[in-house]
């Protein structure tokens, strides 16, 4: 079973940093593995943040210079580093893996459970 368990979130000031954390396990992670932070602020919708394939990654306009994916295949492990923090970067963080489960042809989406982010003025 495909398990992603994030951590990592939690209230901050502006300008501030939180490094969320993304546990993988039931699959073996390597680089064929997409991998993708989301985020939902209130009342808006699921938007993507940033997002790595292979060695290439993105990450949107608002948050580039700021934020940082990354991913360490030896811990089973991805990352979104976030550093001078705003307000408007308050939301639930979720993360997503692409992967086949063992014993599985098709390529499905995972997702974490979220964990809040909350940026104070």
């Known amino acids: 079973q495909v398990q992603l368990v994030e951590s990592g979130g939690g209230a901050v000031q502006t300008g501030g940093s939180l490094k969320l954390s993304c546990a993988v396990s039931g699959v073996t992670f390597s680089s064929d593995n997409a991998i993708t932070w989301y985020r939902q602020a209130p009342g808006k919708q699921r938007s993507l943040v940033a997002a790595?394939?292979?060695?290439?990654?993105s990450h949107v306009e608002s948050v580039v210079g700021r934020f940082t994916i990354s991913r360490d295949i030896a811990k089973n492990m991805f990352y979104l580093q976030m550093n001078s923090l705003k307000p408007e970067d308050t939301a639930v963080y979720f993360c997503?893996?692409?992967?086949?489960?063992?014993?599985?042809?098709?390529?499905?989406?995972?997702w974490g459970q979220g964990t809040q982010v909350t940026v104070s003025s």
């Open positions: 997503k893996l692409r992967a086949r489960a063992p014993g599985q042809n098709d390529w499905s989406d995972y």
């Open positions: 790595m394939a292979g060695d290439t990654t």
